[in-house]
């Protein structure tokens, strides 16, 4: 029997605009998209998944956009609610969690040899083969998870799965965008965000393209042979069946384990990712950008465009819909998504970051960002040296060279690099803000300068805190150290005190 409509029932986490929490069908969420702020999950997956899921259902009930004029028109007059709502009737029956023969998101056939626990759904809970800090659920003796939790979960898996090994299926790896950065432009209420993000496809390829709920389910002997194809479109890749899954209910109670195998491979083609962005490699050519530990705004020029087609499509978008409607310019972007070693997730994060406005009117600011985080690593060479020095001659104590390796791991557990980078990223999204259309660009690289003068000096005067109260040995090689940040102090001083020569000239 037929059961849990996604349509209809609450599963899509959500923040109203007056700031209470909700859960909504597809329908509402959708048809009273401009009454919410936007998607909300403790997980960054589930958010970036929802997402997806909601901008494939737009994609295939709006029929488009086609190109940037029916974009346009759609910001100007907002989602049209009964090209929507006529889109969802037409596929009621693909919506149902459960269902003989189209469970959605499943395959109805698949008996797996082993049932395995939810948990598999979620990078952020225990798996029966990975082990989560703080998470304290027995895959030995499961919980049951709602219906809800269990449609997100599936969306999430879709779209975040890295490579499992062995498979009752055919191993198909990781999804596309698994270890990517998901980048968002986030725009006043729910219904412009998704707006901003509903990239043009070419008709032909509207056409052809199909979501997940409108394929039939791929048949056992297809996913234990060659299950490999190519994307159709946008909506088919946001909502891929990386993973076959099939949900078992317990009593109506909830479910408690699933079936879980590979799914649909992805063939390689040259249709890229609207809400990545891409860089590229001597060897391996355009590769997506990821998290890493150093942090993703040390590269976020990456996010902004320029004329090598590589920024995030949505940016350029956003940009596009929003230059005669300053008023709706999306003043953030979210960057989601988690990090891996092969199988094993080591985080999963949400990143937020001020769009600046002068993207609107300044081509010119992606490669001035890029000089200022240019300099920020040019300074941090100096305190990279300075740790060195002081490493080196803490360990000799006068007597030998030490060994490579353990200056290298002396100087990761001193406390100056991470918290000049840590006081910076704070700084930075002050300079990102600061950049509007009527800004003055000289003001603003002056307050750069300062902002990486204060925070080497200040990251310095920890680390000299951290280890002051050390023998003479400590001491000596202390002050010796220090030479490589004097001089950085100087040169940054003699920078700022020519830019402050130079003003009085400029005005008059």
Not at 88 to 100: P, T
Not at 285 to 303: I, V
């Amino acid at each position: 029997m037929s059961r849990f409509n996604l349509i209809d029932e609450p599963w899509i986490p959500v923040r109203r605009k007056d700031g209470s929490f909700a859960e909504l069908g597809i329908k509402d969420v959708l048809l009273k998209a401009e009454e919410l702020s936007g998607i909300e999950d403790p997980s960054p997956l589930v958010v970036a998944s929802l997402y997806r899921f909601l901008l494939a259902v737009l994609y295939r009930a709006l029929e488009g956009p086609t190109d940037i004029d029916q974009a346009k028109a759609l910001f100007q007059e907002g989602l049209p609610s009964d090209k929507i709502d006529a889109y969802l009737e037409k596929w009621r029956d693909r919506f149902w969690l459960f269902d003989e023969k189209y469970p959605f998101g499943q395959i109805p056939d698949f008996e797996p040899k082993i049932w395995r626990a939810w948990t598999v759904l979620a990078a952020e809970s225990n798996a029966d083969n990975a082990k989560v800090l703080f998470d304290h659920e027995d895959v030995e003796n499961m919980s049951l998870i709602s219906e809800a939790k269990a449609a997100r979960g599936i969306l999430a898996t879709q779209t975040f799965s890295v490579s499992c090994g062995k498979s009752e299926l055919s191993h198909t790896g990781t999804s596309p965008s698994a270890t990517a950065a998901l980048i968002l432009p986030v725009g006043k209420n729910l219904s412009d965000t998704l707006l901003l993000s509903l990239v043009p496809q070419k008709r032909d390829v509207l056409i052809l393209d199909r979501a997940i709920w409108e394929r039939v389910p791929e048949t056992l002997e297809f996913l234990k042979g060659d299950a490999l194809r190519v994307p159709d479109g946008l909506a088919d890749r946001y909502t891929w069946r990386i993973r076959s899954i099939r949900l078992k209910a317990r009593d109506g109670l909830g479910i408690q384990t699933v079936a879980f195998a590979s799914g649909v491979k992805p063939s390689h083609s040259d249709q890229s990712d609207p809400m990545l962005a891409y860089r590229i490699d001597e060897k391996l050519g355009c590769l997506p950008r990821q998290f890493s530990e150093r942090g993703l705004w040390r590269d976020f020029d990456s996010l902004l465009p320029d004329d090598t087609g590589l920024c995030p499509q949505v940016i350029n978008h956003a940009i596009e819909l929003t230059r005669r409607h300053r008023d709706r310019f999306p003043g953030s972007i979210m960057a989601l998504g988690q990090s891996n070693n092969k199988a094993k997730i080591e985080y999963w994060r949400i990143e937020r970051y001020v769009l600046p406005e002068s993207v609107l009117g300044n081509g010119t600011i992606r490669a001035t960002i890029r000089g200022f985080l240019d300099l920020a690593v040019d300074v941090q060479k100096a305190l990279y040296s300075a740790s060195r020095q002081f490493a080196r001659d803490r360990l000799s104590r006068g007597e030998r060279e030490p060994a490579t390796g353990d200056i290298k791991a002396f100087v990761s557990q001193l406390p100056g690099t991470p918290a000049y980078w840590s006081i910076l990223e704070a700084r930075f999204q002050e300079i990102l803000h600061a950049y509007t259309l009527d800004a003055d660009p000289d003001a603003i690289e002056h307050q750069w300068l300062l902002c990486v003068r204060s925070a080497l000096k200040d990251a310095w005067q920890l680390q000299k805190n951290s280890v002051s109260g050390g023998d003479a040995w400590t001491l000596r090689a202390l002050v010796k150290a220090e030479a490589p940040i004097l001089r950085k102090l100087a040169e940054l001083s003699s920078k700022l005190k020519e830019y402050q020569t130079q003003q009085p000239e400029e005005n008059g």
